[in-house]
């Protein structure tokens, strides 16, 4: 009886003993941080900051636009868009054009422009583009030939000459001159053809220095191919106004005004 006190006493002690241990252990638990809270705080010095990191899009290499060969020779001088080239012709003093009909009540002239522009090949003009490329992209004197070579074929076939025509109603200014580029024919006793002198030329022309010989507006007529010079205003441009009709045709008052006809040639039989 007294060996089971004894033991009974012992086990309480040890446990009475025990509980300080058991509280520092638990105070050292609670000290240290969780080790998922010790990688929120942790900071990374050697990452870099996005803000700072370069936009690899701003870096990438951008391919600069196709630059064309300029235009040489007989197509100098030409626009390669059919509507700039519209605008143009319609600025200039001077137009030949053919007669299509002549309204007489209203004085005006029917014509029809022929209007010249430069058209581009696409297909050549992609093999330009394609050998520009790789010119840029050459890495040996060999690959720089070969592609300077098949730009110049390329461009020898870019460009080609072509026309649109236009209708345009062009109404006669008041005080008109039309002129005839030949004089009337002249015929002898049987009929035939016979030149003219000089002096007779020259009494044709007459005195008022204008290109020709006299006409009148009469004597022009559907099929001839004409030349017009358009009425200028104090500035030397001439103000094309483009008010319409009711029906959105552009009136022939409206209309730019001729100043002066030169019957260039006669309607082809």
Do not use: C, H
């Not at 090949?121 to 070969?146: D, F, H, I, K, W």
């Amino acid at each position: 009886m007294q060996a089971v006190s004894r033991l009974v006493a012992f086990v309480l002690i040890s446990s009475l003993l025990g509980l300080p241990i058991l509280g520092a252990d638990d105070k050292d638990k609670a000290a240290d941080p969780p080790k998922d809270e010790g990688k929120k705080t942790k900071v990374k010095k050697d990452e870099p900051d996005k803000k700072d990191e370069p936009d690899k899009k701003d870096n990438a290499k951008k391919t600069p636009p196709a630059k064309l060969p300029p235009l040489k020779g007989k197509l100098k001088g030409y626009e390669t868009d059919k509507d700039a080239a519209e605008k143009k012709l319609l600025r200039q003093p001077k137009v030949t054009a053919t007669v299509m009909a002549v309204v007489e009540d209203k004085k005006s002239l029917r014509l029809k422009l022929t209007i010249p522009y430069v058209k581009i090949n696409q297909g050549q003009l992609q093999s330009y583009v394609n050998a520009q490329m790789s010119l840029m992209q050459a890495t040996n004197p060999q690959s720089v030939l070969n592609a300077q070579n098949q730009m110049a074929q390329a461009a020898a076939q870019l460009y080609q000459l072509d026309k649109i025509e236009k209708e345009v109603e062009w109404t006669a200014a008041d005080e008109i001159k039309v002129r005839t580029k030949y004089p009337p024919p002249k015929f002898d006793d049987k009929g035939r053809p016979k030149p003219y002198t000089r002096k007779e030329l020259q009494e044709l022309r007459g005195n008022d220095k204008l290109p020709g010989f006299p006409a009148e507006f009469s004597d022009v007529k559907a099929g001839q191919i004409v030349e017009v010079t358009l009425l200028q205003d104090k500035n030397g441009t001439r103000p094309v106004k483009r008010s319409r009709d009711a029906e959105g045709e552009v009136s022939a008052d409206n209309s730019p005004k001729i100043s002066m006809i030169i019957i260039v040639a006669d309607p082809k039989n």
